[in-house]
């Protein structure tokens, strides 16, 4: 819905039930919903080998560190779909944002 808010000529030719999802929309979605706004979204796509990191604009701060680890989802794109990639069986939480950008640099 906030793709099609954001672009409502893209209905039905670019976004919709038979139409593939990118990535990309995350940024419409992150920036636009309130409860989705304090999510950062890593993308690992394992066709090109690249990481695309979306943040949202409410991501919390530096005073609010404790919910860093919590709010970065990490998923990856194989053709045709996303897999959500959890921690090891165990551990609670992943990496914070910070961690993760780290590592990748």
């Not at 139409?19 to 394992?46: G, K, R, Y």
């Amino acid at each position: 819905a906030a793709v099609i808010a954001a672009h409502p000529d893209w209905g039905g030719n670019r976004v919709g039930e038979d139409v593939q999802a990118f990535s990309d929309f995350l940024f419409f979605v992150l920036d636009s919903h309130a409860m989705l706004s304090e999510l950062s979204v890593a993308v690992f796509d394992s066709v090109s080998g690249a990481v695309e990191i979306y943040r949202g604009k409410h991501h919390p701060g530096p005073e609010r560190e404790a919910e860093h680890r919590a709010n970065l989802l990490n998923v990856r794109y194989v053709p045709g779909h996303y897999q959500a990639l959890v921690p090891p069986l165990g551990e609670r939480y992943g990496p914070t944002l910070a961690e993760l950008q780290k590592c990748l640099e």
